[in-house]
């Protein structure tokens, strides 16, 4: 099929190429046979040859745009555009021309003349074929982004299932293995390895169900109201409990609404728990959220007095590529970032000077969309 459409094509351009020169021959002829007992002025060579030359440019700077950007297979269309163009201006002259002659007006050459209305309508079509070649080479563009975009999301998914159900299950078989041979030692007379064992078994299962949220963000991209202002009281009151070695302290405006997606509830978990997941080092946790820029943001910013997120966690919150030392540990934080981008809003890390971690959210406001 391709090469049926390339060989249509280029007989598209041919036709082109044949009617075009065919005009501009008779326009040159006609005009220096008119001309050849006269003596015309420099004026009258500019104005009898303009068409032809208008003509003559429109068509190689089409056949060389087209070359150029691999869209010879668009003849057809400037070749349907250029002959519609050429047919509407050059009959629009004809029918000027007759109501001339009915009125009784002595017509000078109107066969000439009608033959520039033809010309100057076929480069109206090609100019008119160009812009609608790019919006068709454009669409086409988009689809192919799209259906890439949709496969590679299908491949993710999947390859993301298969991998997340293996590594579950080998862990369940490590920890368990764990256990038995935990079994054979009195309490506290484990060895310090087989504890870390455990951790790591045990963060690996973590790595895995974070997998799952990411895979969530794949899957859904529709936004929603979310109680942030709520969420985060209530988070911090579970943070006193279960971290009373902790400082924690907070400004909150109960009643934010963030517009965010689904996720983003789990990604302010996780902005929590990577605050406070250094406990022997975090004394003081601060978390702030309120409303800003007259009501229209909800920025919340958390900070401590850990020992600071990793330099080379940092990217994450700037437009730089993952490299290899950041897709584990930091997995939870590019979550965070993707659900913050997913709801429209901003994440920073900040510059290092401090441990603090500022998310800023569209607020709910006059919200319509979809909810659930």
């Given at each position: 099929m391709d090469d049926v459409a390339g060989v249509r094509s280029r007989w598209a351009w041919v036709i082109i190429a044949v009617v075009s020169g065919a005009l501009v021959a008779y326009n040159i002829s006609h005009f220096l046979l008119g001309h050849a007992d006269t003596h015309a002025l420099p004026v009258d060579y500019v104005?009898?040859?303009?068409?032809?030359?208008?003509?003559?440019?429109?068509?190689?700077?089409s056949m060389r745009w087209a070359r150029g950007r691999d869209a010879d297979d668009y003849g057809w269309t400037f070749c349907r555009w250029f002959l519609s163009g050429a047919l509407v201006l050059g009959a629009s002259g004809a029918a000027s021309l007759a109501v001339e002659a009915l009125r009784g007006a002595t017509l000078a050459e109107p066969v000439f003349v009608t033959g520039m209305w033809v010309?100057?309508?076929?480069?109206?079509?090609l100019y008119v074929g160009y812009v609608d070649t790019r919006r068709q080479m454009a669409r086409e563009h988009a689809e192919r982004a799209s259906a890439d975009a949709q496969r590679l999301a299908q491949q993710l998914s999947v390859i993301n299932r298969v991998l997340r159900h293996d590594v579950r299950t080998d862990l369940n078989v490590v920890l368990g293995y764990a256990d038995q041979v935990g079994g054979y030692f009195e309490a506290g007379e484990e060895p310090p390895e087989l504890k870390k064992l455990r951790e790591r078994a045990h963060r690996l299962v973590d790595l895995a169900e974070q997998a799952r949220v990411v895979e969530g963000l794949l899957e859904d991209d529709r936004v929603r109201p979310i109680a942030v202002g709520e969420q985060l009281t209530s988070r911090l009151t579970e943070l006193r409990l279960d971290h009373p070695d902790i400082d924690v302290s907070g400004t909150v405006d109960e009643d934010a609404v963030a517009r965010g997606h689904r996720l983003l509830e789990l990604a302010l978990d996780a902005v929590?728990?990577?605050?406070?997941?250094?406990?022997?080092?975090?004394?003081?946790?601060?978390?702030?959220?309120?409303?800003?820029?007259?009501?229209?943001?909800?920025?919340?910013?958390?900070?401590?007095?850990?020992?600071?997120?990793?330099?080379?966690?940092?990217?994450?919150?700037?437009?730089?590529?993952?490299?290899?030392?950041?897709?584990?540990?930091?997995?939870?934080?590019?979550?965070?970032?993707?659900?913050?981008?997913?709801?429209?809003?901003?994440?920073?890390?900040?510059?290092?000077?401090?441990?603090?971690?500022?998310?800023r959210l569209p607020a709910h406001g006059d919200f319509r969309g979809e909810s659930d």
């Open positions: 104005v009898g040859w303009a068409p032809s030359l208008a003509l003559s440019v429109a068509v190689v700077a010309m100057g309508g076929g480069v109206v079509g929590l728990d990577t605050a406070v997941a250094d406990t022997a080092d975090v004394t003081t946790l601060d978390v702030t959220c309120r409303l800003v820029d007259d009501g229209e943001t909800v920025e919340i910013v958390v900070v401590d007095d850990g020992p600071g997120i990793p330099a080379g966690a940092r990217v994450i919150s700037r437009d730089e590529a993952e490299t290899p030392l950041e897709h584990a540990d930091g997995i939870g934080l590019w979550t965070v970032r993707w659900a913050v981008e997913r709801s429209e809003g901003t994440f920073d890390l900040g510059d290092g000077s401090e441990d603090r971690i500022r998310i």
